[in-house]
């Protein structure tokens, strides 16, 4: 059987964030419960529609710090996401939901959490809130990865999207990865492997540690001096209680989960969090770039999304893609974008200002991406 196969697009936005825009506001309905074995989908109306940026909806398991999400899609006049569906064995726990989103200068905007019951159909709800709308087919990519009891998968892989955003005019670039698929991806929880002995009737199991990772959100990352950042951490796969150690590049750090910080000076500073928990450790590091009231940089954000899996690396360094990539650079700066897939995708080529299937290179000039 052919592979299935998926197409990775690509968006290019260049310009300048202008502070005099309006911050994003959120209109969402709030569910009160998600059926087992559907695909729900969530809605909410963003306003001024045409400045919200990476909007998604944020969920996890009740009473547990990971926190996984699932970025919306444009249904005018709103936005649309559908969540991956709950196996059966989560009928009667909560998850909490809450969306979020920005404007294209970085001011971050996001309802409160809630929570919501998973039942195992809709006469089972006994919220006064309506039950979450949901198809029996959908193709859903979560990130950073599958939480365990859910499941992604349909007969057709999704979209992924690649997406450059600032605040001035656009130039279409596209990257398209082709990927194989099974119809059930592999769900985020720890690994086994299984060998056979030299008889035909035992087995050995080995259980292998658990991976563990940290996704951090740091808002604004670039304006003048002095500018005050708020800083985020979410633990993902630890089995313990997290500590937190934020080193903020400029001499100072915090060991709170979420805190805030103001650079006072211009520059450009790797703000690094160590989550730890026991013998288990991870590092999440992000770029804030810090000018002078008089000083214009230029906002790259790339984010890779679905099916067809891989990463950006750029010229200068910053962007990695793992998976927030937004990094910022001075007026002129010419930065090459390198995609890589990943061992079960194939790159197949750039699309709009880039073309050919090599790096694809672009001016930070404020007015169009030239390749």
């Known amino acids: 059987m052919a592979p299935l196969r998926a197409a990775m697009a690509a968006v290019v936005v260049l310009g300048l964030a202008d502070a005099a825009r309006a911050q994003v506001t959120i209109d969402h309905k709030q569910v009160g419960c998600i059926v087992a074995g559907q695909y729900s989908r969530l809605n909410a109306c963003f306003t001024p529609a045409s400045e919200v940026v990476r909007p998604r909806v944020n969920f996890r398991m009740k009473a547990q710090p990971a926190a996984y999400y699932v970025e919306m899609k444009s249904d005018m006049p709103c936005h649309q996401a559908f969540l991956p569906r709950p196996k059966k064995e989560l009928i009667g726990q909560e998850i909490e939901l809450w969306i979020e989103g920005m404007d294209r200068a970085f001011n971050p905007a996001r309802t409160p959490e809630y929570a919501v019951t998973i039942v195992g159909s809709e006469s089972e709800c006994k919220k006064d809130l309506p039950v979450a709308p949901w198809v029996s087919s959908a193709s859903v990519t979560v990130f950073p990865a599958m939480p365990a009891g859910f499941v992604a998968a349909s007969a057709f892989p999704a979209t992924a999207v690649l997406a450059v955003v600032g605040g001035g005019a656009a130039a279409a670039t596209g990257i398209a990865i082709a990927a194989s698929g099974d119809d059930e991806p592999p769900v985020a929880g720890t690994p086994t492997s299984t060998t056979s002995t030299t008889t035909t009737t035992t087995t050995t199991t080995t259980t292998l540690p658990p991976s563990v990772s940290v996704?951090?959100?740091?808002?604004?990352?670039?304006?003048?001096?002095?500018?005050?950042?708020?800083?985020?951490?979410?633990?993902?796969?630890?089995?313990?209680?997290?500590?937190?150690?934020?080193?903020?590049?400029?001499?100072?750090?915090?060991?709170?989960?979420?805190?805030?910080?103001?650079?006072?000076?211009?520059?450009?500073?790797?703000?690094?969090?160590?989550?730890?928990?026991?013998?288990?450790?991870?590092?999440?590091?992000?770029?804030?770039?810090?000018?002078?009231?008089?000083?214009?940089?230029?906002?790259?954000?790339?984010?890779?999304t679905g099916t067809g899996t891989g990463t950006v690396t750029s010229?200068?360094?910053?962007?990695?893609?793992?998976?927030?990539?937004?990094?910022?650079?001075?007026?002129?700066?010419?930065?090459?974008?390198?995609?890589?897939?990943?061992?079960?995708?194939?790159?197949?080529?750039?699309?709009?200002?880039?073309?050919?299937?090599?790096?694809?290179?672009?001016?930070?000039?404020?007015?169009?991406?030239?390749?």
Do not use: K
């Open 215 to 304: 996704d951090c959100t740091i808002r604004p990352r670039s304006g003048p001096a002095p500018l005050t950042v708020s800083f985020s951490a979410v633990p993902i796969g630890f089995t313990g209680p997290v500590s937190f150690r934020w080193d903020f590049g400029d001499g100072t750090g915090s060991t709170d989960r979420d805190t805030t910080h103001t650079y006072t000076s211009p520059g450009v500073f790797r703000a690094i969090v160590t989550a730890t928990s026991g013998a288990q450790s991870a590092t999440c590091d992000r770029n804030v770039s810090v000018s002078r009231p008089d000083e214009v940089r230029h906002a790259l954000d790339v984010a890779l």
């Open 315 to 371: 010229n200068p360094s910053g962007i990695s893609c793992a998976p927030d990539c937004v990094e910022v650079y001075p007026r002129g700066t010419v930065v090459t974008l390198t995609p890589t897939p990943a061992a079960s995708s194939v790159f197949v080529g750039w699309s709009g200002s880039c073309s050919g299937a090599g790096p694809c290179t672009l001016t930070m000039n404020g007015d169009h991406a030239v390749t």
